[in-house]
């Protein structure tokens, strides 16, 4: 029996939480076997400085299984007029078992068409742009719908993981996965979500978000008048 192949589909600028989050939970996947694909077998910058080394390009990469994309809003955003991208998404995701996003990268899904009529979720912060897509947003950390999995923002990607595993290997193998890297948040401040956020907290953080929000805006247009 083959492994089951799982793709991670990485960019200049995307977030590396949302892709190593999820990475580190699937790479422990029994007989699996995890690809890290970019156009090129270049290291690829991610949006806090940190290089990322693909292990293969888009023209070698086998079909995949699992299909992810992870967000980063700037990278998220060339990526929304990157043809090339783009079409590789749209052709794995055609014999993949599973299509998955994290964060943002649910709109370089939606770019490809993927959404059309789904339920997805995304960062809080874009949430009300995915009717642009044709989805509908639902309020949760992990959407499923059919073979359609999006996680919410950043820190999320690892509730996916977990939410993966235990379909595909059994609750017990999620939970061990789980404890093996101690994933036991406790976070010091109840401000991961805007509903719990303080004011305060919520304008400075949105404020930084609008200027995205605009240019994503611009780009799905462009995509959907194409």
Known sequence: MSAFSIGFVIFPQLTQLDFTGPLQVLARLPESATHIVAKSSDPVPSDCGLNLLPTCAFASCPSLDLICVPGGSVGVADVLSDR???????RQAEGAKYVTS??????????????RGRQATTHWAFTDLL?????THVK?????????ITAGGVTSGIDFGLSVVAELAGELVAQSIQLGIEYDPAPP?????????????????????????D????????QNSA
């Open 189 to 213: 401040f109840d401000a991961g979500h805007p509903d719990r956020a303080p004011h305060a907290a919520k304008d400075r953080v949105s404020s930084r978000y609008q200027r995205m929000r």
């Open 140 to 148: 949760s950390r992990v959407v499923k719908d059919g073979n359609l």
């Open 215 to 222: 240019l994503f805006r611009a780009r799905l247009a462009h």
């Open 84 to 90: 090339e991208t783009i079409e590789f998404v749209r």
């Open 131 to 135: 009717p642009l897509v044709g989805a």
């Open 102 to 115: 994290v964060c943002t990268g649910a709109f370089v899904l939606g770019a490809a068409g993927l959404l």
